[in-house]
């Protein structure tokens, strides 16, 4: 069974930092692009950054460009995002997504960051 | 960035009854392999997005054919035949032609 499994989600101070892990399983991850997607309470959707397979290519929104790091780690089938100088626009619920034929054929459920004095 | 455009914001529609989210992108999405990845996804209460349809009007595994995808270039419709209990949540278009990839607004289906 296919599993996205997110963690490292906590409540942190602005101008803080935080490490996101997302553990795959059930499939062959090291052939899915993958990616980070967040929402805010209340919010929509907001695509994050992605990584291709072999983590030779990144890719960021403006708003983490400079203060967000995705990689991965492919003998233990996971995605990490390190985020720093954090801010209270950060707060969300990180999902990790998967993408090969398909963007979002399967979603992690998620963990929450909370960015707050 | 493309932004994407979903209308109604919020669509109230009685059980058995079709229901159509349209979705309006400010470019193209025709990449340049000739695909348009214009993807619907499906947000219940409470849970994470689901994967509904993708490249226009690719039903994913396990989708119900209720639900169908048209469109193209910069235009695009989801439709629900007859709308079922099931269905209330979110519904969002995105696009994966261009980086950074963007999502609708999302379209909030309630049954009436």
């Known amino acids: 069974e296919v599993q996205l499994v997110e963690s490292g989600g906590d409540l942190v101070q602005p101008g803080g930092s935080l490490r996101l892990s997302c553990a795959a399983s059930?499939?062959?991850?090291?052939?899915?692009?993958m990616h980070w997607v967040r929402q805010g309470p209340g919010k929509g959707l907001e695509w994050v950054s992605r990584?291709?397979?072999?983590?030779?290519?990144?890719r960021y929104a403006d708003s983490v460009k400079g203060r967000f790091t995705i990689s991965r780690d492919n003998a233990k089938a996971t995605v990490y995002l390190q985020m720093n100088s954090l801010r209270a626009e950060d707060t969300a619920v990180y999902y990790c997504?998967?993408?090969?034929?398909?963007?979002?054929?399967?979603w992690g459920q998620g963990t929450l960051v909370t960015v707050s004095p | 960035d493309i932004v994407m455009t979903q209308t109604p914001l919020f669509s109230p529609v009685t059980l058995g009854q079709p229901a159509s989210i349209s979705c309006r992108s400010s470019?193209?999405?025709?990449?340049?392999?000739?695909?348009?990845?214009l993807t619907w996804l499906q947000q219940r209460p409470g849970q994470p997005p689901r994967l509904l349809i993708d490249?226009?009007?690719n039903r994913f595994s396990g989708v119900p054919d209720r639900f169908s995808g048209s469109g193209a270039g910069t235009d695009f419709t989801l439709k629900i035949s007859r709308v079922e209990a099931e269905d209330v949540g979110v519904y969002y278009c995105?696009?994966?032609?261009?980086?950074?990839?963007?999502f609708g607004q999302g379209t909030q289906l309630e049954i009436k």
């Open positions: 997504v998967r993408e090969r034929r398909s963007f979002g054929d399967w």
């Open positions: 059930g499939f062959t991850f090291s052939n899915y692009w």
């Open positions: 990584i291709i397979t072999d983590g030779s290519d990144t």
């Open positions: 470019r193209s999405l025709v990449h340049s392999d000739g695909n348009t990845y």
């Open positions: 490249k226009i009007s």
């Open positions: 995105m696009q994966a032609t261009r980086f950074p990839y963007t």
